[in-house]
């Protein structure tokens, strides 16, 4: 638009620039609507786990708008993608990160609609992913290639870090790259599914572990008479592990404040469904069973796989010790076999820049009161706070939906996200002009 172009000859303040930007992403809002439908379209599920298809096509998007892809192969499959634009800036170097790849759409008999639709109807886009992470995704890279067509003079660099590897615990995605120092910045927001008024600022531990139950097999005939059904002794393991939930923690001082809060907020969000003990307590579930060979013999063998979320004064370490205990008491000797999601509760203090400042653009997009609360899931929040990176995650949601059928995200959510997204990074980096 020409008046976009002699306020770019002209050199806009940092105010302008805020205000340009915001108008831009209204005018174009039913861009930023088809690339998120297009992203949805990509059944990127993990497992398997191929990103090849729906990065290449974010690499062509980005192209368009004249930005560069380096690509960093954790995988045969799996591409980790960093496009930076900006002015390299020892102290200012903002991440936009998201993650490609989605849970599998599961019984498509059970979906309303096509899960890999991309489907805009009745105020939602619909499909797989929509919520968990497709819609904070798509706003990610719709702002950077705003800011690069625009030829926003942004005064320190922002870097789109995309990543193929979530949803199975993230080895070869965030963790694969900042371990490597390929990239690192000085804050970084990820595009996780959050409430449009409140972005998570922490993140409870994780225990995930796994154990094979031995039995002794029969004739299904004499049972219980002959044999021994390690199914059986696996649902009494079960049972004992549900004990785990008695664990107290001994929560420091420094996040007891966040941990209120965030119940507060529990109790508002899930009006009749009291789930805010969550946050001090740890949750247990039983996510795979998988035991015996055929209906008419007895079990010899069954493998129960285990998801443990950790609260603030807990060690993850100390849990899988207290769940060999409760299976010992059991009677039931086993080898606790960790896999997936491994560490402690992690946050980023609503004392940082990043934080303040995307609160704040939330209030100023959306004319509402908004703050930081604790999440009781887990995400790749936490490899960044191991590299001493300021973190939080805010995006566009219908959280119900998130790994179920019929998921879909809000319209006005995506866009609402993507002008938050926008005016953080403008106050973070700021911009060259002479009169910001």
């Known amino acids: ?15 302008d620039w805020n205000r340009l930007v915001i108008e831009e992403i209204d005018k174009r809002q039913d861009e930023l609507i088809e690339l998120c439908s ?10 398997p786990g191929d990103s090849r298809p729906i990065s290449k096509f974010i690499i062509d998007y980005l192209k368009q708008e004249g930005i560069d892809t380096a690509i960093h192969e954790s995988g045969e ?67 950077t290639g705003l800011f690069a067509r625009l030829g926003v003079p942004l005064a320190g660099n922002l870097s789109l870090f995309i990543v193929p590897d979530e949803e199975t615990g993230g080895d070869l995605g965030v963790p694969w790259v900042l371990d490597r120092g390929l990239i690192a910045g000085t804050a970084a927001v990820i ?10 600022i922490g993140q409870k531990g994780s225990c995930w572990f796994e154990f094979t139950v031995e039995g002794t097999p029969g004739h299904g005939s004499l049972a219980p008479l002959n044999g ?12 004992a592990l549900q004990k785990l939930w008695e664990l107290k923690p001994d929560i420091p001082a420094e996040v007891q404040d966040i941990i209120n809060i965030s119940k ?40 129960v796989q285990v998801d443990t979320r950790v609260p603030f004064g807990l060690d993850y370490r100390d849990v899988l010790a207290e769940a060999k205990r409760l299976l010992l008491e059991e ?11 491994q560490g402690n509760a992690n946050w ?49 949601s219908e959280l119900a939906g998130i790994h179920s059928f019929n998921e879909r995200v809000p319209v006005d959510q995506v866009i609402q996200a993507a002008k938050v997204y926008a005016l953080t990074a403008l106050k973070y980096l700021g911009t060259t002009n002479a009169n910001k």
């Open 191 to 200: 595009a996780e599914p959050s409430h449009p008024q409140n972005p998570t």
């Open 264 to 303: 507060e907020f529990a109790l508002v969000r899930n009006p009749g469904k009291d789930v805010s003990a969550v946050h001090d307590h740890v949750t247990i579930n039983i996510g795979t069973i998988s035991g015996g060979t055929k209906v008419n013999v007895v079990a010899d063998r069954c493998t």
């Open 77 to 143: 499959t799996m591409w980790n993608l960093i496009s930076t634009i900006g002015s390299p800036s020892p102290d200012r170097h903002l991440l936009y990160c998201g993650h490609t790849d989605v849970v599998p759409a599961g019984d498509l008999s059970r979906w309303d609609v096509p899960p890999y639709s991309g489907l805009v109807k009745d105020g939602f886009i619909h499909g797989r992913g929509a919520t968990d992470m497709k819609g904070g995704l798509a706003g990610l890279i719709f702002v």
């Open 1 to 15: 638009p020409s008046h976009l172009l002699i306020a770019v000859k002209r050199g806009a303040p940092m105010t």
């Open 228 to 239: 021994e059904s390690a199914i059986l002794k696996a649902a009494r393991a079960i049972q």
């Open 38 to 47: 297009r992203l949805i379209q990509f059944p990127s599920e993990n497992p």
């Open 348 to 396: 980023t203090s609503d004392s940082e820049d990043i934080v303040r400042l995307l609160v704040e653009s939330i209030t100023d997009v959306s004319q509402k009161e908004a703050y930081g609360v604790l999440q009781w899931a887990s995400s790749d929040a936490r490899h960044f706070r191991k590299h001493g990176i300021p973190v939080l995650q805010y995006g566009p």
């Open 331 to 341: 009677g039931i000797d086993v080898e606790l076999k960790p896999f997936g999601f």
